[in-house]
């Protein structure tokens, strides 16, 4: 091997594999939680800060991005940083649900534990390569949100229907995708990102089935 050759991290033992997948899940589980306490952090707040809000997490996202592999602990700080962030920028939607309609937050939080348990169980199992399919599923995120501008401003009979289903389905490759990333990660020190992406599949699947469960309600 050259100088100049980068080198190519061992493919993880079995035990190694077992100790990502552990690790990865339990950063989501307490991203989750950080998500939590920001909401109910932000319950009596006004949506005036939501944008900032909003953007504060995304700068802790591309943040924890360089962090990783120079500073675990930083890497971990700016992952509870973001899902604390997002929290705070969700707590008047979740606020609102919670006094209009307490039953779609269940039902979309029960809804989206399955989804993601199934679609995580098969990404995770399958041995297809997957990787030529996330540029697709990126595109079809582009293009998605461009429909929920044009929603903004055009009336489209049961468009947020249409917006809430399409979404599911792209994210159902996303979680296929972001799953089976886990499995072949070669480099346990990735755990923090992993999470990341795992949490907003999970956090974008609860707000899509919330849409479809308010509106049934």
């Not at 779609?104 to 993601?116: D, K, S, V």
């Not at 098969?122 to 990787?131: E, F, K, P, V």
């Not at 697709?136 to 049961?158: D, K, M, S, T, Y």
């Given at each position: 091997m050259s100088?100049?050759?980068?080198?190519?991290?061992?493919?993880l033992s079995r035990d190694e594999s077992g100790a990502l997948f552990g690790q990865t899940m339990g950063l989501v589980a307490l991203?989750?939680?950080?998500?939590?306490?920001?909401?109910?952090?932000?319950?009596?707040?006004?949506?005036?800060?939501?944008?900032l809000l909003y953007l504060?997490?995304?700068?802790?996202?591309?943040a924890m991005n360089v962090a990783v592999g120079r500073s675990e602990g930083l890497a971990l700080a700016l992952l509870f940083a973001f899902g604390f962030l997002f929290g705070l920028a969700l707590a008047p939607t979740i606020g609102y649900y919670a006094g209009a309609d307490p039953q779609?937050?269940?039902?979309?939080?029960?809804?989206?534990?399955?989804?993601?348990a199934g679609f995580g169980a098969?990404?995770?199992?399958?041995?297809?390569?997957?990787?030529a399919f996330a540029r697709?599923?990126?595109?079809?995120?582009?293009?998605?949100?461009?429909?929920?501008?044009?929603?903004?401003?055009?009336?489209?009979?049961?468009g947020e229907l249409i917006y809430a289903i399409a979404g599911l389905a792209i994210f159902a490759g996303l979680t296929l995708f972001d799953f089976q990333r886990l499995r072949r990660s070669r480099d346990i020190r990735t755990a923090p990102l992993l999470a990341a992406s795992i949490f907003l599949d999970v956090l974008n699947v609860f707000l899509l089935f919330l849409s479809i469960f308010g509106r049934e309600n």
């Open positions: 100088a100049t050759t980068p080198a190519v991290p061992a493919q991203t989750a939680g950080f998500f939590a306490l920001g909401a109910y952090a932000g319950r009596d707040m006004t949506g005036g800060w939501v944008g504060a997490a995304f700068g802790a996202l591309l779609a937050l269940w039902q979309a939080g029960g809804a989206t534990a399955l989804f993601i098969a990404g995770y199992a399958t041995r297809r390569d997957l990787s697709v599923f990126f595109w079809a995120l582009v293009a998605l949100i461009v429909f929920g501008i044009v929603l903004i401003f055009v009336h489209i009979p049961n």
